[in-house]
């Protein structure tokens, strides 16, 4: 579905706080009950692991099956997962159905870099150049 492979490489969020409920050890580090630690969503959803080829967009990426638990996480997983979830993939398949029928359009800039500022955003706004669909 071409609207998750959109937030898999944008993600609405880059990622939040939790706090570790016991002690655990991870990569040889003890993290201790109490600390406050950051799961980074980007990260998750361009682990090549998870996603090859994760740079390239790739609109069938999740056709046929579901991605494994927590490796798709654009709005977060488990109890906490944002509500708005199924607002936004409504949202954004709606206004791609009408920009894709309507009009045709070109990026004003193809290169345009993506900075995360927390949120990812288009260095220049990602400006577009749409033509009515005759």
Sequence with gaps: MPSREV???TAPIYGSFRE???DFTYEGYTIPKGWKL????C?????PNYHPRMLTF???RFEGSRPALYTYVPFGGGPRMCFGLEFARAELLV???NLVNGFRWSLVNPDEK???NPMPIPVKGLPICLRPRD
């Design 95 to 97: 206004f791609l159905h």
């Design 20 to 22: 570790a409920l016991v």
């Design 114 to 116: 993506i900075i995360y």
């Design 38 to 41: 950051h799961w980074s969503a």
């Design 58 to 60: 790739d609109g069938s």
């Design 43 to 47: 990260s998750t959803l361009t682990d």
């Design 7 to 9: 937030m898999r490489m």
